[in-house]
């Protein structure tokens, strides 16, 4: 625990979709829902039990770092600096042509040395990590800088060969976050996108698939757009027609100076204005084959707001007998707050996923998921899919997603809201029925 202005404050989970939500299982006998934790539903990892270690550009120790982001409170932090001042991270890649100039101030614990003989590093990284804790498997998430997005060439790129190729010839088109996704699938390790920019070229897709290791991606999730999944999902679904989306943020830590370059601003600007689509090509009677709302996204550094982002957003619709309706909302996001449950829910589930196999009736063998693991796109801002596959950016769809692959794990029928039970004479005057007996009973006893 910790004193702030409001009181004594307790560690907790919260923001976290595996930890701190529950899920319906059905109703009791009177008909009332009953809500279980959706970490009770399956054996899940305990997020306790997992061991964090990492590499960076920068080679500050944890404890200094926490003080130079100042997100947590500061009775907090005095608490956390024992524990954090003697964690440092390993050294990183620096491809100073995929991040921001900016960066290179900032850019003093880096690895030397070939884009191969980096990567072998790496591995070695994940290999030792993996000894020296025990532990049964290790996960990789892309926290750091986005990065432009990286040209898909033949030859360089495009497929598992070449991208191995590229890597051992020194190719520029290979990015620091790519390099990392190689290292980490061919360690049989999961690897998950945290950053907007295309880390999973087709090669890496390619060689993932070649080697059965989950891939999942791209971006964060956590605060605007999350909000726009929401409002958007809400504004078609009521047969209402958005027609101008304008999304305006600023934000003061690094990541806002970092997307503050004009090319790591378009990888960002791309991953935000996709999330509508899905939901708009799910209407044809609002609209046509190739309409869309306009749409404008704007991120602008202001060092002294920090870590506390704010955004704002404007849909304009149009509504009954050609009226407008305007929704304007303001939102102070809390960025590494609420980033961090995120990082939970993405390393816990994708260790679940791991765990789970499929046999289709009449079959004999058990099937894992694809290595495209699309479950995780809750969390995540520009899902990435199999070929073939929908895109789907629906929040409550995509939650929907993994509580019903719970349930169907647990041999329960798939969640819906008919509740027929509560819409007919019958049913009700049984439920009541019911009910009355049940509360006898226990006054009896």
């Known amino acids: 625990t910790w004193e702030t202005k409001e009181g004594t404050q307790k560690a907790n989970y919260w923001g976290s979709l595996l930890m701190a939500s529950t899920v319906k299982l059905g109703h009791d006998n009177q008909g009332n829902s ?29 404890g200094d770092a926490m003080k130079r982001s100042k997100v947590l409170d500061y009775e907090l932090q005095t608490k956390l600096y024992p524990y954090m001042k003697d964690i440092t991270p390993l050294p990183s890649i620096y491809f100073p042509d995929f991040i921001a100039a900016n960066q290179g101030e900032r850019a003093d614990n880096i690895l030397t040395g070939t884009k191969q003989e980096q990567m072998e590093q790496i591995r070695k990284d994940i290999k030792d990590f993996k000894a020296k804790n025990g532990l049964d498997q290790v996960i990789l998430l892309w926290t750091a800088n986005t990065e432009r997005f990286s040209a898909v060439e033949e030859g360089v790129n495009d497929t598992a060969e070449n991208i191995l190729s590229s890597i051992e010839m020194g190719e520029a088109e290979v990015s620091a976050s790519t390099v990392f996704a190689v290292a980490s699938i061919l360690e049989g390790c999961t690897f998950i996108n945290g950053s907007p920019q295309n880390t999973f070229v ?11 290791v989950f891939i999942a991606g791209d971006d964060f999730k956590s605060g605007q757009t999350k909000m726009k999944s929401v409002m958007v999902d809400f504004l078609v679904s009521a047969g209402i027609k958005p027609v101008s989306i304008v999304s305006y943020n ?25 999330v ?7 209407n044809r009677i609002l609209f046509e084959e190739d309409e869309h709302p306009d749409h404008v996204v704007v991120i602008k550094y202001v060092p002294y707001v920090g870590d506390s982002k704010r955004a704002m957003d404007e849909y304009t619709s149009e509504i009954f007998m050609g009226g407008k309706n305007t929704i304007v909302m303001h939102n102070t996001c809390e960025d590494s707050l609420l980033a961090t449950p995120l990082i939970y829910d993405l390393v816990i589930l994708g260790e679940l996923c791991a765990r789970v196999q499929v046999k289709r009736e009449g079959e004999t063998e058990w099937e894992s998921f694809h290595p495209v693991l699309s479950l995780l796109s809750y969390m995540l801002k520009a899902p990435l899919v199999p070929n073939g596959a929908p895109v789907v950016n629906a929040l409550f769809t995509q939650r929907c997603a993994v509580v019903n692959l719970m349930r169907a794990c647990l041999g329960l029928a798939p969640d819906n809201h008919m509740t027929l039970e509560h819409r007919f004479e019958s049913t009700l005057a049984k439920l009541s029925s019911e009910s009355e007996h049940a509360n006898k009973k226990m006054r009896l006893s």
């Open 250 to 274: 600023h934000l003061g830590n690094n990541d806002g100076k970092n997307l503050s370059a004009p090319s790591q601003f378009r990888s960002k600007e791309i991953s935000k204005s996709n």
């Open 34 to 62: 009953v809500y279980t934790p959706m970490s009770n539903m399956l054996p899940l990892l305990n997020p306790n039990d997992i061991v964090w270690g990492g590499w960076d550009i920068n080679g500050t120790n944890l």
């Open 202 to 212: 087709p090669g890496v897709i390619e060689l993932a698939r070649q080697k059965k």
């Open 276 to 282: 509508v689509d899905d939901m708009v090509a799910s």
